[in-house]
């Protein structure tokens, strides 16, 4: 028969000097695993941290963005300006043209109160020649008058837009329509004052 194998018993002191060591590697990697969890807690705030920096620097380089664009406007805007007031103008000339031409409601209101002050002042019973001139006469100068100034209004309106540097292409035709009736309405007007078109009429003797 063969003998029965005799099982090693370790040694005591064998199995007390290991022990320590596994339990100290074993320790190890309980500090290890847990400096690894500080450093990814610490690591997340940090990219927190560079997404809300970046964000901020986006923030700043939009804001610079628009007031470049905004200056880059206002400096086209000064360049090139619109014309808006030399347009307009340039209408209301030609408008004050058209009125010196035909007449205007404030000239009639003016020969109206000419004609009253012509029939207050010639008293009772005026002669022929009295009423033509303070009743007929003073009313058509004073609408001459009033006419010849809202042609020269337009005259140099017109004058003036011509003058201007900026303008679109299409008021300069219209300004210088203005001028040309405000300059006609002035040459009428003044006609008409001096009695030059059409004389007052007189009573025969």
């Given at each position: 028969m063969?003998?029965?194998?005799k099982?090693?018993?370790?040694?005591?002191?064998?199995a007390?000097?290991?022990?320590?060591e596994?339990?100290?590697?074993?320790?190890?990697?309980?500090?290890?695993?847990?400096?690894?969890?500080?450093?990814e807690?610490?690591?997340?705030?940090?990219?927190?941290?560079?997404?809300?920096v970046?964000?901020?620097?986006?923030?700043?380089?939009?804001?610079?963005?628009?007031?470049?664009?905004?200056?880059?406007?206002d400096?086209?805007?000064?360049?090139h300006?619109s014309?808006?007031?030399?347009?307009?103008t340039?209408?209301?000339?030609?408008?004050?043209?058209?009125?010196?031409?035909?007449?205007?409601?404030?000239?009639?209101?003016?020969?109206?109160?000419?004609?009253l002050?012509?029939?207050?002042?010639?008293?009772?019973?005026?002669?022929?020649?009295?009423q033509?001139?303070?009743?007929?006469?003073?009313a058509?100068?004073?609408t001459?008058?009033?006419?010849?100034v809202?042609?020269?209004?337009?005259?140099?309106?017109?004058?003036?837009?011509?003058?201007?540097?900026?303008?679109?292409?299409?008021?300069?035709?219209?300004?210088?329509?203005?001028?040309?009736?405000?300059?006609?309405?002035?040459?009428?007007?003044?006609g008409m004052?001096?009695?030059?078109?059409?004389?007052?009429?007189?009573?025969?003797?």
């Amino acid at each position: 028969m063969n003998p029965t194998p005799k099982t090693q018993t370790p040694d005591p002191d064998t199995a007390e000097a290991l022990t320590p060591e596994v339990t100290l590697t074993k320790a190890e990697s309980k500090d290890e695993s847990r400096a690894g969890s500080a450093e990814e807690r610490d690591a997340v705030p940090a990219a927190g941290e560079d997404t809300a920096v970046a964000d901020e620097l986006d923030g700043q380089d939009d804001d610079l963005d628009d007031d470049l664009a905004d200056d880059d406007l206002d400096d086209l805007l000064a360049r090139h300006p619109s014309g808006l007031g030399a347009a307009a103008t340039a209408i209301v000339s030609v408008c004050l043209g058209i009125v010196a031409l035909t007449g205007t409601w404030t000239g009639r209101v003016v020969a109206e109160r000419e004609t009253l002050v012509g029939q207050i002042t010639s008293g009772q019973s005026p002669t022929p020649a009295q009423q033509i001139s303070e009743m007929y006469g003073d009313a058509w100068h004073a609408t001459a008058a009033v006419n010849g100034v809202v042609a020269l209004l337009a005259l140099l309106i017109g004058a003036i837009v011509l003058a201007l540097p900026q303008r679109a292409s299409w008021v300069r035709p219209v300004a210088v329509a203005g001028a040309v009736l405000g300059f006609l309405g002035l040459l009428v007007s003044i006609g008409m004052y001096f009695d030059l078109f059409v004389a007052l009429p007189s009573v025969a003797a």
